[in-house]
Every structure is written in C-alpha cells, then in structure tokens.
C-alpha cells in the first residue's frame, strides 16, 4: 500500500506525540494527516500510523526553495568540486534539496523531531553552549530549545530525521526475502556483476630500475634470453632462477590474481602485458611500477560465473538494496505528487510547479 495522502505538517507536542503504533491518537491542532495506515514508514517493532482529526482539510506539503538556497547549494559544490555547477548539475543539486525536504516534513509530521533522544542531545548541547546556565536541567534547557525552534533548521538534527526515514524505508523494502526466481532474474540480468574475472598464476624474475638505471630494458632482455636458453623450469629450479634477479618486495611466484589486482600490486603496464602471455615459457620482459620482469604463466583461468546457490547472500543483498532503491524513489514521487514545491528562478522569481 502506498501513501495516500499527505499534509504540511503542523506542530506536535511532546504530549501529542504518537506513542503506541496499534492505537493511533488523536492530536490537536495538527490537521487531517492519513486515513490509511502509512506503510512506507515502519519503525521498528510495529506499524507507524498517522492520526487524523475531525475538522478543516490541511493545506498540502510547501517546500520553498529561495534564492539564497540556490547560492548555498552552489557555493557548496563549488567548495567540493572547485568550479561551479553547471545547469544539469544545478537541477540535482535542487531537486536533492526539495527531496530532503519533504522526507523532513514526513519526519516531522510523525513527532520525530520531538522523540528523537539524538535530536534531544543536539538541542541541549546547542543551547547550553549558548546558555550554559547549571541551575537548569536538561528537560528545562530542551523546552526552552523547542521553544526557540531551535530544532527547525539545525543541520545534525535534520540529518538524524533523514536518517531515520530513510532506514525506515530501506527497513520495509528489507522486509521480505527475495524468491528463487526474483534471485535468477536479477542474476542473469546482471550477470557481469557477478563475474569471477580471469585469473593467471605466474612466476615472475624481477630487475630494478633505481639500481639499474639505463640499463634496465637491455639487462631484462638479455635475462628473458637466458632463461630461456638454460631451460630453467620454475617448477623445478626455482631458486637457481631467484638469483637471476635483483630483491622485490613480492614473493616470486604469484598466486592466482586477476588483472586488476595484478595492476594494484605491480602497476596497470604489468597487468596489462602479462595478460597475453602463452602459458609454460618464459615471456618478456614486462614493464612494472618498480622495473621489468621476466615472466612465466603457469595457468589462467577464464572468466566464470557462478551460479546463484554459490553467490545467494551477495545477489539478495544487491536484490534488496534495488528494492530500497525503487522504495524511496517510490515515497518521494507520491510526496512530490501531492506538495507545493516553489523554486527561485534565476531572475530570483519563484516559479510554481505542482
């Protein structure tokens, strides 16, 4: 079931804050809130309803998004990015905006702003930092924060109620366990997601190019043609060829890496050379980050793809984080669908869209 209906939220007391989930009460002053149950939002340990009130319809959901809205959010991509957004860049930065916003509504309409023992604890800090009066105790110095508003634009506290809405939300979409055929359909979906990339063990002879200098390529070239006139097999004469090269922080042979951890360990020109060597001779040399290398592959081991009953808790993890995904996305359409979201044009105009 989705949202059915949703109003701007009004100010909840601490006394009118809904408290037992299988018994909605009936705040005053708040205005029609939901008829239906609001399943999106389930806290933890049972259902969250929305009290409705007999009396005047409330006016929908307004988020405005003024000028100086649009200035911070630039000025902050542009501390981030060190250039300004461009138009595209703009619209997400805004639209994120007005996302927040209305999820901070919802937050708010259900008394999270004043249940909240985290948001509780910033309000304090805040106040006493600016009033650090000892007299006053912390229920003293959180009505006097609330009183102020202290807790309508903070940003931990905003923070903390997006947080919440959206765990409630991924804890929804985490409700059910994925079928068989939901797993299989978003594995073969997604299969490359899931490869087991191409692997290839090697033994490698190392020369150095701080102790070689200039002569690293032609000292390489003439270590690959030894080895490969002795015949020295390092399967067999493994220490014999160790003493062929220079010291290397890695052992001499390596095990079964795939090219990307071939290219994190050694450098992205090794992965990339020893990528098409043939199997049971010595190839080279192949440059790295730290020299060249005279190089015999051992095996390689082609691209797999596992099969679901292999990769079950990895495929419902990426299953459910969709799901989260397209929840949120679902709650934000309905919201934005039923509010009155008011943006700044550039001629610093406000535009309506509803």
Known sequence: MELTHLVHPQPVTDNEASTTPSRPQRPRGIGRLLRSPLLHFIAIGGLLYVATSEGREAPPPLVVVTSEDVANLAGQWKRNTGRAPNE?????????????????????????????????????????????????????????????????????????????????????????????EELQTYLDANRKDFVQPSRARMTQVYLSRDRRGAALHDDALMLVEKLVTSGLDPSH????????????????????????????????????????????????????????????????????????????????????????????QRTLDQLRSQATIEIASAADESTSAQ
Do not use: C
Request: charged share 30%; aromatic share 6%; no cysteine.
């Open 88 to 180: 595209e860049e703009r619209g997400r930065l805004i639209g994120q905006f007005v996302d927040d916003a209305l999820l901070i509504q919802v937050a708010r309409s259900l008394g999270w702003d004043r249940d909240d023992t985290v948001v509780h604890r910033r309000l304090i800090q805040n106040l006493r930092f600016l009033d650090a009066a000892p007299d006053k105790t912390d229920d003293q110095v959180l009505k006097e924060a609330y009183a102020l508003n202290m807790h309508q634009n903070d940003i931990v506290v905003r923070r903390r109620l997006l947080e919440r809405v959206r765990l409630v939300i991924a804890d929804r979409a985490r409700s059910r366990t994925p079928t068989d």
């Open 237 to 328: 004469n493994l220490e014999e060829i160790i003493q062929l090269g220079d010291p290397f922080l890695l052992q001499p042979q390596l095990p079964l890496w795939s090219k990307r951890r071939l290219g994190e360990r050694l450098g992205p020109s090794f992965a990339e050379g020893a990528a098409g060597l043939p199997l049971g001779q010595w190839s080279g040399p192949v440059a790295s980050s730290y020299g060249e290398h005279a190089v015999w592959v051992h095996e390689r081991i082609a691209d797999e793809y596992p099969p679901l009953a292999e990769i079950r808790d990895k495929v419902t993890a990426e299953v459910h984080r969709k799901w989260e995904k397209e929840a949120l």
